[in-house]
């Protein structure tokens, strides 16, 4: 039997009011199926060994950038050829105003070239329906427009290939943001980054009864969103089979 090339994989997750605990486990179970993973999980950027030493990288954060450093590290990955699969709110971040608005500062410029978006707002969870854009590329083959429960990302994006997508219209409650005209907005995208690139999957909300502290003792309602459908977890799947680098590739 031949001997599957090992790939090693840096699982990022962490940042606030999202149940952490709920998405890692998930995820985790799903690269559990591919044997030939060695993942190393951390929470934050600061790693830099487990960012030089992988293949294939996997965020979901939420209001986590990295610093310096890490940026360059990044950026330094990607030209080698990291395949970077990006997951809900990786490209937010948040300030929470004395008005009671959240304000979405930008991000790092190297940042938001990495990304090629960054998150503005959302309207409250609520079922929205996702459009296939590409119905050609092998990420969205076979699967038809759906609807799906969670929160609608409302991005500032660049130029990105878009595979699926959303559309909306109107005002939203509690952003800065607030007015948006009719547009598409990029739910699951690609951006080519020197030898590597970026997949971005907007969908994924979750939280539980805690995960608002210290904004809110208790959050009354355990919310699990778009991990609740099969899509969701098919884009998934097709998402980790394409972070990892073609066999016989080298860094």
């Not at 969908?203 to 309602?221: A, E, F, N, S, V």
Request: aromatic share 10%; net charge neutral; proline share 7%.
């Amino acid at each position: 039997m031949t001997q599957a090339q090992r790939c090693n994989v840096l699982l990022i997750c962490g940042g606030k009011y999202h149940d952490i605990d709920f998405a890692r486990l998930e995820l985790l179970k799903l690269l559990a199926e591919h044997d030939h993973l060695r993942v190393v999980v951390r929470d934050d950027y600061r790693d830099l060994q487990a960012l030089a030493g992988c293949d294939l990288l996997i965020t979901y954060t939420c209001d986590v950038v990295p610093g310096a450093s890490q940026l360059s590290a990044l950026e330094q990955r990607l030209r080698e050829g990291l395949r970077w699969f990006a997951l809900h709110g990786t490209n937010s971040v948040l300030q929470f105003l004395h008005n009671g608005r959240v304000d979405t500062p930008p991000l790092p410029p190297a940042l938001r070239r990495m990304l090629g978006s960054q998150f503005v707002g959302h309207p409250p969870i609520g079922r929205f329906r996702v459009e296939v854009t590409d119905p050609r590329h092998p990420l969205v083959a076979g699967i038809d427009a759906f609807d799906i429960e969670d929160e609608p990302y409302l991005l500032e994006a660049d130029d990105v290939q878009c595979l699926l997508h959303t559309e909306f219209e109107g005002r939203i409650k509690g952003f800065v943001k607030r007015d948006w005209p009719r547009r598409r907005h990029p739910v699951f995208y690609l951006q080519p980054r020197g030898r590597g690139g970026v997949l971005y999957l907007t969908l994924g909300h979750c939280r539980g009864h805690y995960d608002m502290l210290p904004l809110l003792d208790y959050y009354p309602k355990v919310e699990r969103c778009a991990w609740e459908s099969p899509v969701y977890y098919e884009l998934l799947r097709r998402g980790i089979r394409w972070a990892q680098p073609p066999a016989g590739s080298q860094r």
